[in-house]
């Protein structure tokens, strides 16, 4: 998950995946010299969270909630 260190809603990922027993990988991007840079590039997002089960990249916060409440995040962990 990229991340950084005073986000909210990178908060509310992080506690959901954790609530999933998911153990997660943080990447802060504002420690980085082109973080945000590098996190266009890799995903064509600026904003964080931007999160990746496995090589998939779901997407920020509410994308994650949205698999969430649709029933499709617990099987895509699954297959992590």
Known sequence: MYC???CPYCFQAERLLK???VK???IFIDTMADGFGELARL???RTVPQIFI???HVGG???L???EFSGELDPLLMTR
């Open 4 to 6: 950084t260190a005073i």
């Open 19 to 21: 609530s999933k027993g």
């Open 24 to 26: 997660i990988q943080k």
């Open 43 to 45: 995903t064509g997002r």
């Open 54 to 56: 496995g090589d998939r």
């Open 61 to 63: 916060y509410d994308d």
């Open 65 to 67: 909630a949205d698999l």
